[in-house]
């Protein structure tokens, strides 16, 4: 897979590392597990979307684009990591948010990402609906302006993680391991879209696990099918088969951001087993997935921690009543 045809951006640190997790894999008592640690890759506080935006951001560099635009719920990462983005790039960024969204409250609605956003010298429009959304789009927008997606989740954003997926089956490779089972959150998608387009490019025996955070596994496996359709056709691709992914929605709960009882379980198991922490948005339902899958599987079983750890400080009166006491 050639991506030198694509304008880029150096953002993240790569190749991010690839860890045993051996005192998690004793507590679920299944196949090894190891964590992909997209979490840890420099700027902007870490986290996936850096890789979708070195190639997005390249492609608005190489269009002349001064001011970037892009969406997301009042404590998106990708907005947060779009404002950091573009302040190592000395772009002008536009965070259009919503704050239609089944969570509220004082922390949630001025700490976290949020906060981080203004500090990295974002524009930040909270917008209480469609309507007003779409107003303050009209005004910000301009003819040196590039507007990105939600997550930054399109075909161009997908080849971030087709990278990655040639990075991780190397690692894998240098291990020794030939066959796994690939375990991503699927929120907007490119992630684990890129994932799945880029391993069945080069032809990787194991499965791929999508774990839907948002949506219906039929609209998260319809986006997916959208996604990998379109980065293939940037890389010359037929449209692939997918055959080796598969999509799943039952650890969503009550709904997008909202937290579960299970999602707080495993959140504490990886905290005091490994040190590692993950989101309650994000990773945290992906992993109440992985700790299903892990127990019963019979390969490796690989984790992709996708970040989001400022947005656990929006969480912070749910964090302390679960935690912060004996």
């Not at 004793?26 to 870490?46: E, F, I, S």
């Not at 302006?145 to 399109?154: F, K, M, W, Y």
């Not at 089972?181 to 080069?202: F, H, N, R, Y």
Request: with cysteine.
């Amino acid at each position: 897979m050639d991506l030198s045809a694509f304008p880029r951006v150096a953002l993240g640190s790569w190749p991010t590392p690839l860890d045993d997790a051996p005192r998690l894999t004793a507590a679920l008592g299944g196949a090894p597990v190891l964590l992909k640690r997209d979490d840890v890759n420099g700027l902007g506080a870490g986290g996936n979307k850096l890789r979708k935006l070195e190639f997005l951001l390249g492609r608005a560099l190489e269009d002349g684009a001064d001011t970037i635009i892009t969406f997301g719920a009042l404590q998106t990462n990708h907005g947060r990591q779009t404002a950091a983005a573009c302040a190592k790039l000395g772009l002008r960024c536009e965070l259009v948010l919503t704050a239609r969204v089944p969570m509220s409250g004082d922390s949630y609605e001025h700490s976290g990402n949020i906060v981080l956003d203004h500090m990295f010298g974002a524009n930040v429009h909270v917008c209480a609906d469609a309507d007003e959304t779409a107003a303050v789009y009209e005004k910000v927008n301009h003819a040196k302006a590039a507007t990105l997606p939600i997550g930054g989740s399109n075909g161009l954003g997908t080849l971030g993680y087709v990278a990655a997926a040639a990075e991780l089956l190397g690692q894998l490779g240098e291990r020794g391991i030939d066959n796994a089972t690939l375990v991503v959150p699927d929120g907007s998608g490119a992630t684990a879209a890129g994932i799945a387009l880029g391993t069945e490019l080069l032809g990787w025996p194991g499965e791929v696990r999508a774990v839907s955070v948002s949506h219906t596994a039929a609209d998260a496996l319809q986006t997916l099918e959208i996604l990998t359709t379109d980065a293939a056709g940037l890389l010359g691709e037929p449209a692939p088969r997918l055959a080796h992914v598969t999509v799943t929605d039952d650890t969503v709960g009550p709904g997008y951001g909202v937290p579960t009882p299970e999602m707080w379980d495993v959140l504490k198991l990886f905290a005091e087993t490994e040190g590692v922490l993950l989101d309650p948005v994000y990773t945290g339902k992906a992993a109440v997935k992985l700790r299903e899958i892990a127990a019963t599987s019979e390969v490796p079983v690989v984790f992709l921690h996708t970040g989001g750890l400022p947005g656990f400080y929006g969480y912070a009166p749910e964090a302390v009543a679960r935690f912060g006491s004996a």
